[in-house]
């Protein structure tokens, strides 16, 4: 009888845990979006905040597995031809946009050839391998290159490939169309409502094309002013989730001490997040490479990530990351801190020191929360330590844009995604046709080299794994010795989130993701 009770209660036991694992629909999931972002017309802008809300509303062709292995996701597969020049996608069926209107092949081929290139220096970039788009079906699009690019099937994930509506966009001003104001999508959830300095509200999508999903009701972006507050909100049960950056790093330790709490550091593999500071080489004295070495020998980068950025990240002294394919770190200058070294270097630039300064230049940080300012604050003091003064210049998202991407800067504080393949994330930022107007990740800093230029250009051709890693080392060495930018480190974006949030993070994007598949334990 013991042992009848004891298997009954082992059955009954199982029985619950795989009732628990189960997804249970309804719920609403609230989180933070900060700073507030411009718009979430996701085909227009791919800023953080932009990414976080709008990739719930549209979706791309494909997404990445966190090994970077692209899924299907509006592309039910896809094959590539053996030269590497002919990419054919095969399209769900029974998609529709978010006005019932269905989602075809004319969608795919407009939002490659007139929207998304208007959009964005990248997608323009990557296009221009495109030799032709065709359709022959409305379930079939082909794309056939004039030569290789070894990164093409990047430029379909959803902060890459947002797929907008052709029967909307097609014959208006695309950054003027009323639709950018109320979104229409393919994914799981649709714009309802935008409370301006409030909240962001979507709903379901009972359409979606996954049956039975999304399994939550609605979702909330809730904007909260300062990591404090975002703190506070959390620990009070008014937001289930917080992003990397949404509270103070050194506040994370703390809250997910809390009861039904957990963190999470994966769900970036993909974007592979790198902080830079930007100096603007069209500005003496930021033309001599000396001075830029110099600034870069005077920061120690881990005392900023330790003291500013909560001991999240790993130091950088180039333009990749570890986590990125090809990584050499025995081709880098050790840019290790070295106060001395940095001192020598502005004596020996040949720029004339006026009662001990060199220069005084405005330093302008990244208008994304507390963190990017005490960074800000502690670049200013080490500048000083080598004869650079500096003006701190404070400025909103938008202003932030506008005059890091016209060039109105001296020196910026910024990250960039590297994007999973050199050849879409690295290259844009150092070669000398993708400057001003292009982005805040394109050259805004005005470096040219020529032989940079052809090292990227010949690598993304490049099909052979042995023949890249040579081109992209070369290309470490000599952007690592110009420091063009100043690498300050690997970025590391822990998440907190409630436990009984399941299936958050499952892919290489992470929270940019659609979210068809969290649902909340009841």
Sequence with gaps: ??????????????????????????GTLNMVVQPEPPTVMLGLNKLGPVSFVGSKIYEGLITFAPDMTPQPLLAKSWEISEDGLSYTFHLREGVKWHDGAPFTSADVIYSFSEFLPKAFSRTKRVMSFVEEMTAPDEHTVVFKLKEPYAAFLIIFEVTGGTMVPKHIYEGTDIFKNPANDHPIGTGPFKFDEWNKGSYIHLVRNDDYWQDGKPYLDDLYFRIIPDANSRAIA???????LLRGGDVENFEVSRLTAMDGVEMTEKGWEFYDPLAIININTRNAPLDNVKVRQAISYA????????????GFGKPAYGPMTERTPYYDPSVLTDYTFDLDKAKALMAESGVTAQNGVYATLDLMPLPYGETWQRQAEYIRQQLKEIGIETNVVSVDVPGWVERTTSGKFDITTNFIYLLGDPAMGVGQTYQSDNQL???????????????????????????????????????????????????????SYPTVYRSKIKNLITTAPGLNETFADVWIAK
């Design 1 to 26: 009888m013991k042992q009848l009770a004891t298997a009954a209660l082992l059955a009954l036991t199982t029985a619950f845990a795989a009732h628990a694992d189960e997804p249970q629909k309804g």
């Design 234 to 240: 959390f620990e009070q049960g008014q937001v289930d």
């Design 299 to 310: 920061l120690d980068r881990q005392f900023m990530i330790d003291a500013v950025f909560g």
């Design 437 to 491: 107007g292009r982005g805040t990740a394109a050259n805004v800093d005005g470096y040219e080299n020529p032989e940079i230029d052809r090292i990227f250009a010949e690598a993304g051709k490049t099909l052979d794994p042995a023949k890249r890693k040579a081109f992209y080392a070369q290309a470490q060495e000599i952007l690592s010795r110009d420091a063009p930018v100043i690498w300050s480190h690997a970025m």
